[in-house]
Every structure is written in C-alpha cells, then in structure tokens.
C-alpha cells in the first residue's frame, strides 16, 4: 500500500542536541511538507517542497532544516537553535498543488528535555 | 498571509445530535479543504470545495462553500462516538500550500 511513513514514532533528546526526523513516501507526489502541531492547536507549517532539490520556508522556519535529495525523502532536523522543540510532528505529501489534498504520516512525538 | 478563522473551537454533544463547525476568510477563496484529526492520530482528508455554494455530501457530514466562497461549513447529522475527534479547514496560499484553520475539537457523550 501507498502511503507516508515517519519514524520514529516517540523520541525523546537532551537540550542542545539536534535532532532528524524521517519522512518518506512511495506516493510518486511532487510537494511534501513540514507541520508542527502543539497541544490543542492548529498546523503550522515548517518547510515545503515541490521539487526535488528545491525547498521554502513555512511560517516557523526558524531553528529548523530539511533537505529534498530523492524524491521520496524529505528529513526535518531540529537545531539546538530551535526555543521549543518539544511538539508532535506531521509530515505530508500531495500530488503536485495539493488539490486532491494532501496525505499525512502517523507523525512524530518529538520531547526535548 | 492567508488566515482562516474556525468556530467553535470546542464542542461537546450528546450521541444524536448535530455538528457545525465553520470557516470564515476575510479574502475570497479558490479552495477549501477539510480534514479530521482522531484523537493521538493524524490529519486524514475528507473532501475538497471548490465552485461557489458548493454542497457536498458524504453520509452523515454535509459539506457547503459559500455563494461569495469566503465561508465553509461542516455538519453532522445525528453524530456517533465514531466523530470524535478535532475537524480542521484549510486553505490554499501562495505556492500552492495549505493554512489550516485552527480546528474544531468534537467530543460525543454516548
């Protein structure tokens, strides 16, 4: 079955450690997409890509990296830079504009302490 | 950017009884989508309008965009412990991303 896999599912990192999230897919979509979900809240987007070796910025990009080397695979690294890491993290993919929209992974539980 | 405003932001309800939740955008919209969030899972996708005064249906949850495509509803009919869960809207914004709205928790007494 198609579909998105995150792993690991629960991780947990001393402060001042960076830390990667895996996100791939074998959906054959184009664009994929960082969100960050606290508590009782909305989405908030980290980075996106819609090409492979091309990436933007989202609304929260601060302290955070990714990289869109294969098609498949879109890894989130949280810096030591980033002030509250400690969230759940979603990833998503879409088909090319996301109008058929989009498919999410089960999500990482990331707690820094 | 793009922003949504989702109303209620909670709500409770007896099994049996209906569900509105709503999106409001100061800006008209070319899309919105709605998704459902299970409680301790993931968004999943549920359906996407696009025409102004759009209906769509699936089951029990009726789905509408506005005539002047700058509000959107979702309603459940008769709602069942199986509709728990934290419903959310979202739109497109430049480069074809989606802005998620802040969601709607929906907790059913059964």
């Known amino acids: 079955d198609g579909g998105i896999t995150q792993s690991p599912k629960y991780l947990f990192r001393k402060e001042g450690q960076n830390v990667t999230l895996s996100c791939e897919q074998n959906l054959n979509h184009d664009a994929m997409y960082w969100y960050r979900q606290d508590p009782g809240q909305g989405l908030r987007l980290i980075y996106y890509s819609q090409i492979v070796n091309d990436f933007q910025k989202g609304d929260i990009a601060e302290g955070y990296s990714v990289s869109r080397e294969k098609k498949e695979s879109f890894p989130l690294t949280v810096t030591s830079a980033q002030k509250n890491p400690t969230a759940f993290y979603l990833c998503?993919?879409?088909?090319?504009?996301?109008?058929?929209?989009?498919?999410f992974g089960s999500g990482t539980r990331l707690t820094v302490v | 950017g793009q922003q949504v405003m989702q109303i209620p932001q909670y709500q409770h309800v007896q099994e049996g009884e209906d569900f509105t939740t709503y999106c409001n955008s100061s800006t008209t919209l070319s899309n919105i989508q709605w998704y459902k969030q299970r409680p301790g899972g993931h968004p999943v996708f549920l359906i996407q309008l696009v025409k102004s005064g759009e209906v769509k249906k699936q089951k029990r949850l009726t789905f509408q965009f506005g005539e002047a495509k700058k509000n959107s509803s979702l309603h459940i009919t008769a709602t069942q412990t199986t509709d728990v869960g934290t419903y959310f809207c979202?739109?497109?914004?430049?480069?074809?991303?989606?802005?998620f709205g802040e969601g709607t928790q929906l907790t059913v007494n059964p």
């Open positions: 979202a739109v497109e914004t430049s480069g074809s991303r989606l802005t």
């Open positions: 998503a993919s879409s088909a090319r504009g996301g109008h058929y929209g989009y498919t």
